[in-house]
């Protein structure tokens, strides 16, 4: 109760703050992803790009060069110093930047976690690009579809550390206890550290050490791009089959070639479109980021804020998209 | 020399000879993996650690002339990633597809056929990229006077971000090599994989270089003994500097195998990789402080590094922890240098002993 | 006509002045682009981003340098340390605070120990080697400890005071931070320029058999060196932990070579026997400011990379330029005085 009322006495604050901030100048949001250089940001920004557009509010982005939790902080310490309204993040570690960006609240800047959250005391809100559970059901359902429901499957995921995929796993081996799935055995998961070469020799043991193995799924661009080539290495295209959650420019000519048959991926460019708009709604004041309220995120239409089931906070961009054989040529030079 | 001292010397030469104690340092590692998984052991598997180790024993091959001459070189990723990344923007930018039919199975099909700047050209410029970063490294230690590590830890950072800067943020991918990049490390000649007849012949021209030319000879000179090198006449600074050279340039071929191999380059490309190629020198016998080290160690060396990344992947998939990896990958190399140590001393203390005979 | 342009070299070669010009430069050029986000209680303030942590790292990795030794281990065993103090602390329902503290700087001390064990013990390899291995050792066993969880936590006090609290003083917002560091400062230099032992590690690097022979326990010198330097990381690790408030067995990766390009460009010389607590100073506060600059005007994480690399290589080549330009035009008047 006195949280709730906080909160309404917050947003009473912020509100008369927003629209004094937005009679003097344009709203300025630091967006902060895991890594510089990495083509699925590189899409997200432009997400960004297009909701500044059409909002007309400043942004800056910046990510460290080596996807570390300490690079982050240089970079929400530097957007702090910039005054700016709003930090979107997509956090290396989620534990890691909560004390920094709870100083960061502590100043009236309002913080979003996109992609991949923050622990919920550090953040105003969430945002999904789906559900966590839908992501780990599809990838179950395709592989199961591929090798026609019975066989031994692998997963190869990035790192034992990363929250996201730990929680994906986990949904997958949910699923996996389905009866409907009795005759599939997940043997192994095993971590290529979401590095080409760790990932390949990753794939490589497997296919070494299960010959009877029928597929793989690996949820990470990093893995699934360096298990289709090491599949497509041992010339096993088509009697291993692989889906996970892939770039569409990087796995193109795989999905040609039907090494990988299916597979999954949100559009990085409306998850940084709807990043942007929920920023820009909670510097306005029009949300706080509690369970209950809403906004409209541009052409993507209204997005409903639901408890997270964290302590805090979120909401989700969409379903999980599926790149085929068939539609991959439209995809391949978006993202 | 007496009858009598025969059979000791027999095993003397075996302990003297490092490259046997480190060959059966190998077999022993081999072995023991293998018992834990015998998917291991194949030869399959064996091969597949030989094609892989190659791009480590090519950079290798480059640090040992580097270190051989006193210096060392950190910045060997990011001038991989910078050689990679040029050669990989002009194939990107020349890129032409076009579809044609193939013969698949006695049946013709469709398919796309990627061509693009040929590939010879593209190696040839990765190389130069690649040697001159080593020159520039070269000129910085040996004219500069800056000392090896802070000169070329400062060019690892600067080489990184040129390779960030030119690349726009965009990696390249498969999508965007031709079939003749990709194929590169991938081709099949009398059974060999070609990333291990490439490394084989950068093994013999070196070898041939290193150990049969008066030039080759001068690296040992100035490593052991500047000073002595200098009053002989030998230029100590133009040899640091082609060893730096040799390094980049070998730097650069390893970039484009290690971009075909992985069927793509990113400009963070093999980040932290020089640390596992100065292991390799060093478990192969070479002294960091320089003058010594012999060519075959340092391949064997590599090739341990090799197998104890694959054996710990294989070894995980038997159930060990993924948790333990990291600890046991430290350890292993940790005594396999201190082994090393242990046959250098017996080595030594026997030769003295021959000696005093 | 000689001797003016000989002067102005000698003066830029002292790395002191040379750094403190470099800090003044950047600071204005900086402070001329960005006069509404770059201004010194700003700067201040990022101190503890940039200075800290990687400060107390490089004080314990000048000691080694000084010996003409280098461990890059240091970063790995902070994140040792940091593991060990938030497993014993376990949230409050382990060990004291304090407890779990002191267990954490035994556990620098411990590693220090053992990579100045192995030094010693194994003197054909080079210690980058050793703690080549180390590195990844350390940073195993913290693996092990944590695996894919974290560590935190802690009391407020430490994460959010020491971490993000600062002082007024002279009208100034101090990070606490920053006050710990610079109430270091002091006792370390005492130590390191005006006591015998800390004389000591000087004379060693210089010339270690000289050392050997005039009497000075060589080894044991070495070993403290590599001892204190651990407990130097366990340090930067603690203050390190404080900004992030939790710990991964991930943190400080990569410091090492933070720590070994600040004390390089404070004047420390991989090759031993240099280094001063002056410069090393400097280094830090020319480090923050460049970098706090650059991450405003660019926000771009390989340009500020690239920079530092390039600030490193010419802060350690021109003065040898320098030096080499004087020493030619020396032996050329020489020559023109053994001509006539």
């Given at each position: 109760?006195?949280?709730?009322?906080?909160?309404?006495?917050?947003?009473?604050?912020?509100?008369?703050?927003?629209?004094?901030?937005?009679?003097?100048?344009?709203?300025?949001?630091?967006?902060?992803?895991?890594?510089?250089?990495?083509?699925?940001?590189?899409?997200?920004?432009?997400?960004?790009?297009?909701?500044?557009?059409?909002?007309?509010?400043?942004?800056?982005?910046?990510?460290?060069?080596?996807?570390?939790?300490?690079?982050?902080?240089?970079?929400?310490?530097?957007?702090?110093?910039?005054?700016?309204?709003?930090?979107?993040i997509s956090a290396n570690d989620a534990a890691g930047v909560v004390?920094?960006?709870?100083?960061?609240?502590?100043?009236?800047?309002?913080?979003?976690?996109?992609?991949?959250?923050?622990?919920?005391?550090?953040?105003?809100?969430?945002?999904?690009?789906?559900?966590?559970?839908?992501?780990?059901?599809?990838?179950?359902?395709?592989?199961?579809?591929?090798?026609?429901?019975?066989?031994?499957?692998?997963?190869?995921?990035?790192?034992?550390?990363?929250?996201?995929?730990?929680?994906?796993?986990?949904?997958?081996?949910?699923?996996?206890?389905?009866?409907?799935?009795?005759?599939?055995?997940?043997?192994?998961?095993?971590?290529?550290?979401?590095?080409?070469?760790?990932?390949?020799?990753?794939?490589?043991?497997?296919?070494?050490?299960?010959?009877?193995?029928?597929?793989?799924?690996?949820?990470?661009?990093?893995?699934?791009?360096?298990?289709?080539?090491?599949?497509?290495?041992?010339?096993?295209?088509?009697?291993?089959?692989?889906?996970?959650?892939?770039?569409?420019?990087?796995?193109?000519?795989?999905?040609?070639?039907?090494?990988?048959?299916?597979?999954?991926?949100?559009?990085?460019?409306?998850?940084?479109?709807?990043?942007?708009?929920?920023?820009?709604?909670?510097?306005?004041?029009?949300?706080?980021?509690?369970?209950?309220?809403?906004?409209?995120?541009?052409?993507?239409?209204?997005?409903?804020?639901?408890?997270?089931?964290?302590?805090?906070?979120?909401?989700?961009?969409?379903?999980?998209f599926r790149f085929t054989p068939e539609n991959i040529e439209e995809?391949?030079?978006?993202? | 020399?007496?009858?009598?001292?025969?059979?000791?010397?027999?095993?003397?030469?075996?302990?003297?000879?490092?490259?046997?104690?480190?060959?059966?340092?190998?077999?022993?590692?081999?072995?023991?993996?293998?018992?834990?998984?015998?998917?291991?052991?194949?030869?399959?598997?064996?091969?597949?650690?030989?094609?892989?180790?190659?791009?480590?024993?090519?950079?290798?091959?480059?640090?040992?002339?580097?270190?051989?001459?006193?210096?060392?070189?950190?910045?060997?990723?990011?001038?991989?990633?910078?050689?990679?990344?040029?050669?990989?923007?002009?194939?990107?930018?020349?890129?032409?597809?076009?579809?044609?039919?193939?013969?698949?199975?006695?049946?013709?099909?469709?398919?796309?056929?990627?061509?693009?700047?040929?590939?010879?050209?593209?190696?040839?410029?990765?190389?130069?990229?690649?040697?001159?970063?080593?020159?520039l490294n070269g000129l910085l230690i040996a004219y500069g006077r800056?000392?090896?590590?802070?000169?070329?830890?400062?060019?690892?950072?600067?080489?990184?971000?040129?390779?960030?800067?030119?690349?726009?943020?965009?990696?390249?991918?498969?999508?965007?090599?031709?079939?003749?990049?990709?194929?590169?490390?991938?081709?099949?000649?009398?059974?060999?994989?070609?990333?291990?007849?490439?490394?084989?012949?950068?093994?013999?021209?070196?070898?041939?270089?290193?150990?049969?030319?008066?030039?080759?000879?001068?690296?040992?000179?100035?490593?052991?003994?500047?000073?002595?090198?200098?009053?002989?006449?030998?230029?100590?600074?133009?040899?640091?500097?082609?060893?730096?050279?040799?390094?980049?340039?070998?730097?650069?071929?390893?970039?484009?195998?290690?971009?075909?191999?992985?069927?793509?380059?990113?400009?963070?490309?093999?980040?932290?990789?020089?640390?596992?190629?100065?292991?390799?020198?060093?478990?192969?016998?070479?002294?960091?402080?320089?003058?010594?080290?012999?060519?075959?160690?340092?391949?064997?060396?590599?090739?341990?590094?090799?197998?104890?990344?694959?054996?710990?992947?294989?070894?995980?998939?038997?159930?060990?922890?993924?948790?333990?990896?990291?600890?046991?990958?430290?350890?292993?190399?940790?005594?396999?240098?201190?082994?090393?140590?242990?046959?250098?001393?017996?080595?030594?203390?026997?030769?003295?002993?021959?000696?005093?005979? | 006509?000689?001797?003016?342009?000989?002067?102005?070299?000698?003066?830029?070669?002292?790395?002191?002045?040379?750094?403190?010009?470099?800090?003044?430069?950047?600071?204005?050029?900086?402070?001329?682009?960005?006069?509404?986000?770059?201004?010194?209680?700003?700067?201040?303030?990022?101190?503890?981003?940039?200075?800290?942590?990687?400060?107390?790292?490089?004080?314990?990795?000048?000691?080694?340098?000084?010996?003409?030794?280098?461990?890059?281990?240091?970063?790995?065993?902070?994140?040792?340390?940091?593991?060990?103090?938030?497993?014993?602390?376990?949230?409050?329902?382990?060990?004291?605070?304090?407890?779990?503290?002191?267990?954490?700087?035994?556990?620098?001390?411990?590693?220090?120990?053992?990579?100045?064990?192995?030094?010693?013990?194994?003197?054909?390899?080079?210690?980058?080697?050793?703690?080549?291995?180390?590195?990844?050792?350390?940073?195993?066993?913290?693996?092990?400890?944590?695996?894919?969880?974290?560590?935190?936590?802690?009391?407020?006090?430490?994460?959010?005071?020491?971490?993000?609290?600062?002082?007024?003083?002279?009208?100034?917002?101090?990070?606490?931070?920053?006050?710990?560091?610079?109430?270091?400062?002091?006792?370390?230099?005492?130590?390191?320029?005006?006591?015998?032992?800390?004389?000591?590690?000087?004379?060693?690097?210089?010339?270690?058999?000289?050392?050997?022979?005039?009497?000075?326990?060589?080894?044991?010198?070495?070993?403290?060196?590599?001892?204190?330097?651990?407990?130097?990381?366990?340090?930067?690790?603690?203050?390190?932990?404080?900004?992030?408030?939790?710990?991964?067995?991930?943190?400080?990766?990569?410091?090492?070579?933070?720590?070994?390009?600040?004390?390089?460009?404070?004047?420390?010389?991989?090759?031993?026997?240099?280094?001063?607590?002056?410069?090393?100073?400097?280094?830090?506060?020319?480090?923050?400011?460049?970098?706090?600059?650059?991450?405003?005007?660019?926000?771009?994480?390989?340009?500020?990379?690239?920079?530092?690399?390039?600030?490193?290589?010419?802060?350690?080549?021109?003065?040898?330029?320098?030096?080499?330009?004087?020493?030619?035009?020396?032996?050329?008047?020489?020559?023109?005085?053994?001509?006539?």
């Amino acid at each position: 109760m006195k949280r709730i009322l906080s909160l309404m006495l917050a947003a009473a604050l912020l509100l008369s703050l927003g629209l004094a901030v937005s009679a003097e100048e344009p709203i300025k949001i630091g967006v902060v992803y895991k890594q510089t250089g990495n083509p699925f940001f590189e899409a997200a920004v432009r997400g960004f790009e297009e909701a500044s557009q059409e909002l007309g509010f400043e942004f800056i982005h910046n990510g460290p060069a080596d996807s570390s939790n300490e690079g982050q902080i240089q970079i929400i310490e530097g957007f702090i110093q910039q005054e700016v309204d709003a930090i979107a993040i997509s956090a290396n570690d989620a534990a890691g930047v909560v004390s920094v960006l709870q100083t960061a609240m502590d100043k009236g800047i309002k913080v979003i976690s996109w992609d991949s959250k923050v622990l919920a005391e550090g953040r105003n809100l969430n945002i999904d690009p789906s559900v966590a559970q839908n992501i780990g059901r599809v990838q179950v359902e395709e592989i199961a579809a591929q090798i026609g429901g019975e066989g031994q499957i692998a997963v190869l995921s990035a790192a034992a550390t990363h929250d996201n995929q730990n929680t994906w796993i986990k949904y997958m081996k949910e699923e996996l206890e389905k009866p409907e799935y009795d005759k599939i055995e997940l043997v192994t998961v095993v971590y290529g550290d979401d590095l080409t070469d760790k990932s390949y020799q990753e794939m490589q043991g497997l296919i070494n050490s299960y010959p009877d193995l029928k597929g793989v799924i690996s949820p990470t661009t990093v893995g699934v791009a360096a298990a289709a080539v090491a599949i497509k290495d041992a010339g096993l295209s088509g009697k291993i089959k692989l889906t996970g959650l892939g770039l569409p420019s990087e796995m193109a000519d795989f999905l040609a070639d039907r090494t990988c048959e299916g597979m999954y991926l949100w559009n990085p460019i409306d998850l940084g479109y709807v990043a942007a708009y929920a920023s820009v709604a909670m510097v306005k004041g029009e949300i706080t980021g509690a369970a209950g309220e809403s906004f409209e995120a541009g052409h993507l239409g209204v997005r409903e804020i639901s408890d997270a089931g964290d302590g805090g906070t979120f909401t989700i961009v969409g379903d999980p998209f599926r790149f085929t054989p068939e539609n991959i040529e439209e995809w391949k030079n978006v993202y | 020399m007496s009858t009598r001292q025969f059979k000791p010397l027999r095993l003397g030469r075996l302990l003297r000879n490092r490259e046997l104690g480190l060959t059966l340092v190998l077999l022993a590692l081999i072995g023991l993996i293998g018992l834990r998984n015998p998917a291991f052991a194949t030869p399959g598997n064996l091969q597949f650690i030989l094609g892989d180790t190659s791009i480590l024993i090519v950079l290798a091959l480059g640090m040992m002339c580097v270190l051989l001459v006193g210096s060392i070189d950190i910045s060997v990723p990011a001038v991989m990633a910078l050689s990679a990344m040029t050669a990989g923007i002009v194939m990107k930018n020349n890129l032409v597809q076009a579809d044609t039919q193939v013969l698949v199975d006695g049946a013709l099909t469709a398919a796309t056929v990627k061509t693009s700047t040929p590939l010879p050209l593209l190696l040839l410029l990765a190389a130069g990229v690649g040697a001159a970063c080593g020159l520039l490294n070269g000129l910085l230690i040996a004219y500069g006077r800056v000392l090896p590590i802070v000169a070329t830890l400062g060019s690892q950072y600067i080489l990184y971000g040129l390779s960030h800067l030119i690349s726009g943020g965009q990696a390249i991918y498969r999508k965007d090599m031709s079939d003749a990049f990709i194929q590169f490390t991938r081709g099949n000649v009398l059974g060999f994989n070609s990333k291990v007849l490439i490394m084989l012949a950068a093994f013999l021209v070196l070898m041939a270089f290193i150990n049969y030319t008066r030039y080759g000879r001068r690296l040992y000179a100035v490593g052991s003994n500047a000073e002595a090198a200098r009053m002989s006449g030998i230029n100590t600074r133009a040899v640091t500097l082609s060893a730096h050279t040799i390094m980049g340039l070998l730097a650069g071929l390893a970039g484009m195998l290690y971009a075909s191999h992985d069927n793509k380059v990113t400009q963070d490309m093999a980040m932290g990789y020089e640390m596992y190629v100065i292991a390799a020198c060093v478990i192969g016998g070479v002294s960091v402080t320089g003058g010594v080290g012999k060519i075959t160690g340092v391949a064997l060396g590599a090739l341990t590094i090799g197998v104890i990344n694959n054996g710990l992947t294989m070894l995980r998939l038997t159930g060990n922890s993924e948790f333990w990896k990291k600890a046991i990958q430290g350890a292993v190399i940790l005594i396999a240098i201190i082994t090393n140590v242990y046959i250098k001393r017996a080595h030594e203390r026997r030769v003295l002993r021959e000696r005093r005979l | 006509m000689a001797s003016v342009t000989g002067k102005l070299p000698a003066f830029l070669r002292r790395r002191e002045w040379l750094l403190a010009i470099l800090v003044l430069l950047t600071y204005f050029l900086f402070n001329a682009q960005r006069p509404d986000n770059y201004t010194f209680p700003k700067l201040l303030n990022q101190t503890r981003v940039y200075m800290v942590d990687v400060g107390f790292m490089a004080l314990g990795m000048l000691l080694v340098l000084i010996l003409g030794d280098i461990d890059i281990s240091v970063a790995a065993t902070a994140a040792l340390s940091a593991t060990v103090m938030g497993v014993s602390y376990r949230g409050g329902e382990g060990l004291p605070f304090w407890a779990a503290v002191l267990l954490m700087l035994l556990t620098g001390l411990a590693c220090g120990l053992f990579n100045g064990l192995l030094v010693i013990r194994f003197k054909e390899l080079f210690p980058m080697i050793i703690t080549l291995s180390t590195l990844t050792l350390y940073r195993g066993i913290a693996y092990i400890i944590l695996k894919d969880q974290s560590a935190g936590s802690f009391p407020a006090w430490y994460a959010k005071d020491l971490g993000y609290g600062s002082l007024p003083l002279m009208g100034l917002e101090v990070p606490i931070m920053l006050l710990c560091l610079l109430a270091v400062l002091p006792f370390y230099y005492l130590w390191l320029h005006r006591t015998a032992s800390g004389r000591r590690l000087f004379a060693a690097g210089t010339n270690l058999t000289a050392s050997r022979y005039s009497g000075l326990h060589t080894d044991r010198i070495k070993l403290t060196a590599f001892a204190m330097n651990g407990l130097f990381a366990a340090i930067g690790g603690f203050f390190l932990t404080s900004r992030t408030g939790s710990v991964k067995y991930t943190i400080g990766t990569g410091f090492e070579m933070q720590a070994i390009a600040v004390a390089v460009l404070g004047g420390a010389s991989t090759s031993g026997g240099r280094g001063s607590v002056a410069g090393l100073l400097l280094a830090l506060v020319l480090l923050t400011a460049l970098k706090n600059g650059l991450m405003l005007l660019y926000n771009d994480a390989f340009i500020l990379n690239l920079s530092v690399g390039l600030l490193l290589i010419l802060v350690v080549l021109i003065p040898n330029l320098f030096q080499a330009l004087a020493d030619r035009r020396r032996i050329l008047r020489q020559r023109m005085q053994l001509a006539k």
